[in-house]
Protein backbone atom coordinates (compact mmCIF):
# COMPACT_ATOMS: atom_id res chain seq x y z
CA UNK A 1 0.00 0.00 0.00
CA UNK A 2 2.97 2.30 0.70
CA UNK A 3 4.90 1.57 -2.79
CA UNK A 4 1.42 2.97 -4.35
CA UNK A 5 1.07 6.43 -2.27
CA UNK A 6 3.54 8.50 -4.48
CA UNK A 7 2.18 7.42 -7.39
CA UNK A 8 -1.60 8.18 -6.03
CA UNK A 9 -0.29 11.86 -4.67
CA UNK A 10 1.48 12.54 -8.12
CA UNK A 11 -1.63 11.78 -9.46
CA UNK A 12 -3.65 13.47 -7.62
CA UNK A 13 -0.97 16.66 -8.09
CA UNK A 14 -1.13 16.26 -11.74
CA UNK A 15 -4.76 16.64 -11.63
CA UNK A 16 -5.16 19.72 -9.87
CA UNK A 17 -2.66 21.02 -12.07
CA UNK A 18 -4.41 20.34 -15.46
CA UNK A 19 -7.55 21.99 -13.50
CA UNK A 20 -5.62 24.76 -12.60
CA UNK A 21 -4.80 25.57 -16.43
CA UNK A 22 -7.89 24.93 -18.18
CA UNK A 23 -9.66 27.65 -15.72
CA UNK A 24 -7.35 29.99 -15.76
CA UNK A 25 -6.06 29.68 -19.29
CA UNK A 26 -7.06 32.95 -21.30
CA UNK A 27 -8.98 30.41 -24.00
CA UNK A 28 -10.10 26.30 -23.97
CA UNK A 29 -6.91 24.38 -24.30
CA UNK A 30 -6.65 21.84 -26.19
CA UNK A 31 -4.93 18.45 -25.84
CA UNK A 32 -1.44 19.51 -27.06
CA UNK A 33 -1.77 23.07 -25.19
CA UNK A 34 -2.24 20.62 -22.26
CA UNK A 35 0.35 18.41 -22.69
CA UNK A 36 3.26 20.81 -23.83
CA UNK A 37 2.05 22.89 -20.17
CA UNK A 38 2.29 19.31 -18.31
CA UNK A 39 5.49 17.73 -19.84
CA UNK A 40 4.22 13.86 -19.44
CA UNK A 41 3.62 11.04 -21.32
CA UNK A 42 0.77 11.60 -23.81
CA UNK A 43 -0.88 8.34 -21.69
CA UNK A 44 -0.61 9.76 -18.78
CA UNK A 45 -2.36 12.90 -19.56
CA UNK A 46 -5.26 10.80 -21.43
CA UNK A 47 -5.98 8.69 -18.73
CA UNK A 48 -6.11 11.98 -16.44
CA UNK A 49 -8.60 13.90 -18.79
CA UNK A 50 -9.96 10.36 -19.43
CA UNK A 51 -11.03 10.50 -15.41
CA UNK A 52 -11.62 14.67 -15.18
CA UNK A 53 -14.10 14.20 -17.79
CA UNK A 54 -15.84 11.04 -16.41
CA UNK A 55 -16.34 12.73 -12.96
CA UNK A 56 -17.72 15.89 -14.55
CA UNK A 57 -14.91 18.35 -13.58
CA UNK A 58 -14.09 19.10 -17.44
CA UNK A 59 -15.73 19.19 -20.22
CA UNK A 60 -15.02 18.68 -23.68
CA UNK A 61 -16.48 20.48 -27.17
CA UNK A 62 -16.90 17.61 -29.37
CA UNK A 63 -16.11 19.85 -32.48
CA UNK A 64 -13.21 22.07 -31.65
CA UNK A 65 -11.21 19.42 -28.99
CA UNK A 66 -11.31 22.10 -26.19
CA UNK A 67 -11.67 21.38 -22.75
CA UNK A 68 -13.93 23.65 -20.52
CA UNK A 69 -14.85 23.73 -16.66
CA UNK A 70 -17.42 20.93 -15.75
CA UNK A 71 -20.66 20.61 -14.05
CA UNK A 72 -18.98 19.40 -11.13
CA UNK A 73 -16.34 21.69 -10.96
CA UNK A 74 -19.03 24.64 -10.79
CA UNK A 75 -21.41 23.32 -8.39
CA UNK A 76 -17.93 22.64 -5.68
CA UNK A 77 -17.07 26.15 -6.49
CA UNK A 78 -20.92 27.83 -6.04
CA UNK A 79 -21.02 25.20 -2.79
CA UNK A 80 -17.34 26.77 -1.60
CA UNK A 81 -19.11 30.28 -1.80
CA UNK A 82 -22.18 29.75 -0.27
CA UNK A 83 -20.92 28.05 2.45
CA UNK A 84 -18.06 30.75 3.34
CA UNK A 85 -18.54 33.07 6.53
CA UNK A 86 -17.46 36.52 5.72
CA UNK A 87 -16.49 37.86 8.74
CA UNK A 88 -14.14 34.51 9.61
CA UNK A 89 -12.56 34.76 6.16
CA UNK A 90 -11.73 38.67 6.47
CA UNK A 91 -9.67 37.37 9.85
CA UNK A 92 -8.27 35.04 9.04
CA UNK A 93 -7.14 37.06 6.00
CA UNK A 94 -5.53 39.63 8.85
CA UNK A 95 -3.85 36.91 10.73
CA UNK A 96 -2.51 35.89 7.49
CA UNK A 97 -1.48 39.18 6.71
CA UNK A 98 -0.12 40.11 9.49
CA UNK A 99 2.25 36.83 9.93
CA UNK A 100 3.37 37.58 6.62
CA UNK A 101 5.00 40.68 7.54
CA UNK A 102 6.44 39.51 10.50
CA UNK A 103 4.36 40.90 12.92
CA UNK A 104 2.99 44.05 11.97
CA UNK A 105 -0.65 44.71 13.08
CA UNK A 106 -2.93 44.73 10.53
CA UNK A 107 -7.06 45.46 10.17
CA UNK A 108 -9.83 45.13 8.05
CA UNK A 109 -12.62 47.72 8.35
CA UNK A 110 -16.35 49.29 6.65
CA UNK A 111 -17.56 52.46 5.69
CA UNK A 112 -20.65 53.11 7.57
CA UNK A 113 -21.41 57.08 6.39
CA UNK A 114 -18.20 58.97 6.54
CA UNK A 115 -16.36 56.89 8.76
CA UNK A 116 -14.49 53.57 8.61
CA UNK A 117 -15.84 51.12 11.50
CA UNK A 118 -13.36 49.00 12.25
CA UNK A 119 -14.86 45.22 12.09
CA UNK A 120 -11.44 43.14 12.93
CA UNK A 121 -7.52 43.82 14.62
CA UNK A 122 -4.59 41.40 14.43
CA UNK A 123 -2.16 43.06 17.00
CA UNK A 124 1.13 42.05 15.79
CA UNK A 125 4.15 42.19 18.07
CA UNK A 126 4.43 45.67 16.88
CA UNK A 127 1.72 47.58 17.54
CA UNK A 128 0.99 50.98 16.25
CA UNK A 129 -2.44 51.69 15.80
CA UNK A 130 -4.99 54.21 16.90
CA UNK A 131 -7.79 51.59 16.72
CA UNK A 132 -8.08 50.73 20.18
CA UNK A 133 -11.24 48.14 19.63
CA UNK A 134 -13.55 45.96 17.13
CA UNK A 135 -16.47 48.71 16.45
CA UNK A 136 -13.93 51.60 16.93
CA UNK A 137 -14.89 55.00 14.35
CA UNK A 138 -12.91 57.23 12.60
CA UNK A 139 -13.74 59.88 9.75
CA UNK A 140 -12.84 57.96 6.85
CA UNK A 141 -10.60 61.13 5.20
CA UNK A 142 -7.61 60.24 7.74
CA UNK A 143 -7.20 56.49 7.18
CA UNK A 144 -5.85 54.06 4.52
CA UNK A 145 -8.95 52.03 4.64
CA UNK A 146 -10.94 54.85 4.87
CA UNK A 147 -9.82 56.22 1.68
CA UNK A 148 -10.13 52.58 -0.22
CA UNK A 149 -13.55 52.56 1.25
CA UNK A 150 -14.61 56.30 -0.05
CA UNK A 151 -12.55 55.58 -3.30
CA UNK A 152 -15.58 52.95 -4.07
CA UNK A 153 -18.21 55.92 -4.22
CA UNK A 154 -19.84 57.96 -6.80
CA UNK A 155 -18.95 61.59 -6.96
CA UNK A 156 -22.19 62.87 -6.23
CA UNK A 157 -21.88 60.30 -2.70
CA UNK A 158 -18.53 61.33 -2.22
CA UNK A 159 -19.84 65.13 -1.96
CA UNK A 160 -22.90 64.08 0.08
CA UNK A 161 -21.11 62.55 2.40
CA UNK A 162 -17.97 64.81 2.69
CA UNK A 163 -18.44 68.06 0.69
CA UNK A 164 -20.29 70.04 3.26
CA UNK A 165 -18.71 68.68 6.64
CA UNK A 166 -15.77 70.28 8.57
CA UNK A 167 -13.14 67.58 7.95
CA UNK A 168 -11.23 66.50 11.08
CA UNK A 169 -7.93 67.44 11.63
CA UNK A 170 -5.70 64.36 13.82
CA UNK A 171 -1.84 65.49 12.95
CA UNK A 172 -0.01 68.59 10.27
CA UNK A 173 -0.39 65.72 7.56
CA UNK A 174 -4.24 65.41 8.03
CA UNK A 175 -5.93 66.32 4.70
CA UNK A 176 -8.53 68.65 5.20
CA UNK A 177 -9.88 69.99 1.92
CA UNK A 178 -12.39 68.04 0.05
CA UNK A 179 -11.08 68.87 -3.30
CA UNK A 180 -7.86 67.66 -1.92
CA UNK A 181 -9.34 64.37 -0.79
CA UNK A 182 -11.79 63.94 -3.63
CA UNK A 183 -8.04 64.06 -6.33
CA UNK A 184 -6.37 61.51 -4.11
CA UNK A 185 -9.42 59.32 -3.73
CA UNK A 186 -9.25 58.98 -8.06
CA UNK A 187 -5.60 57.99 -7.55
CA UNK A 188 -6.47 55.15 -5.03
CA UNK A 189 -9.30 54.09 -7.42
CA UNK A 190 -6.81 54.02 -10.44
CA UNK A 191 -4.16 52.14 -8.38
CA UNK A 192 -5.83 49.46 -5.82
CA UNK A 193 -4.33 51.01 -2.45
CA UNK A 194 -4.13 54.27 -0.76
CA UNK A 195 -1.25 55.49 1.96
CA UNK A 196 -2.18 56.62 5.28
CA UNK A 197 1.41 58.66 5.96
CA UNK A 198 1.22 59.72 9.43
CA UNK A 199 -2.40 60.88 8.97
CA UNK A 200 -4.36 59.60 11.88
CA UNK A 201 -1.48 58.85 14.61
CA UNK A 202 1.78 60.25 14.27
CA UNK A 203 4.89 57.70 13.67
CA UNK A 204 2.31 55.45 11.87
CA UNK A 205 2.07 54.51 7.85
CA UNK A 206 -0.84 52.54 6.55
CA UNK A 207 -1.22 50.38 3.38
CA UNK A 208 -4.60 49.57 2.32
CA UNK A 209 -6.63 47.77 -0.05
CA UNK A 210 -9.93 46.81 -1.36
CA UNK A 211 -11.92 43.18 -0.56
CA UNK A 212 -14.79 43.08 -3.01
CA UNK A 213 -17.58 39.97 -2.58
CA UNK A 214 -18.56 38.09 -5.48
CA UNK A 215 -21.06 40.56 -6.82
CA UNK A 216 -17.75 42.26 -7.66
CA UNK A 217 -18.88 44.87 -4.84
CA UNK A 218 -16.41 46.68 -2.23
CA UNK A 219 -17.31 45.34 1.22
CA UNK A 220 -14.68 46.14 2.93
CA UNK A 221 -10.89 47.38 2.93
CA UNK A 222 -7.69 45.69 4.68
CA UNK A 223 -4.83 47.27 5.79
CA UNK A 224 -1.42 47.05 7.66
CA UNK A 225 0.33 49.66 9.77
CA UNK A 226 4.29 50.48 10.16
CA UNK A 227 6.35 52.51 11.82
CA UNK A 228 7.38 55.68 10.24
CA UNK A 229 10.83 55.39 11.81
CA UNK A 230 11.42 52.17 10.10
CA UNK A 231 9.52 52.56 6.46
CA UNK A 232 11.98 52.32 4.16
CA UNK A 233 11.70 52.88 -0.08
CA UNK A 234 12.00 48.65 -0.39
CA UNK A 235 9.39 48.15 2.75
CA UNK A 236 6.90 50.29 1.61
CA UNK A 237 6.59 48.38 -1.90
CA UNK A 238 6.45 45.15 -0.13
CA UNK A 239 3.42 46.39 1.64
CA UNK A 240 1.57 47.31 -1.20
CA UNK A 241 2.20 43.99 -3.08
CA UNK A 242 1.18 42.09 0.24
CA UNK A 243 -1.60 44.08 1.28
CA UNK A 244 -3.04 44.22 -2.24
CA UNK A 245 -2.57 40.42 -2.65
CA UNK A 246 -4.23 39.95 1.17
CA UNK A 247 -7.35 41.79 -0.16
CA UNK A 248 -7.41 39.81 -3.67
CA UNK A 249 -6.61 36.49 -1.69
CA UNK A 250 -10.29 37.42 0.29
CA UNK A 251 -11.94 38.71 -2.24
CA UNK A 252 -11.21 35.29 -4.22
CA UNK A 253 -12.28 33.50 -1.00
CA UNK A 254 -15.65 35.68 -1.17
CA UNK A 255 -16.24 34.46 -4.90
CA UNK A 256 -14.64 37.28 -6.83
CA UNK A 257 -13.73 35.81 -9.91
Known sequence: MNKNKPAIVKSASRALDIIEFVVKNPKPPTFSAILDYMDIPKSSLSYLLQDLLNREYLQIDSDTRVYYPGLKLIQVSAACINNTNVSQEIWQGIKILSDTLGGETAHAAILEGRYAVYIAKCQGTKDLSAV??????????????????????????????????????????????????????????EQGYA???????????????????????????????????????????????????????????????
Request: hydrophobic share 45%.
Open 195 to 257: IDNQEIIPGGVCVAAPIYDKTHKMIAAISATVSAMRLTDDLLQELIRKVKAAGVNISMRLGKV
Open 132 to 189: SNIGFRIPAHTTGVGKVLLSSLSEEELAARLANVELERYTEKTIVSYPAIAEELKVVA
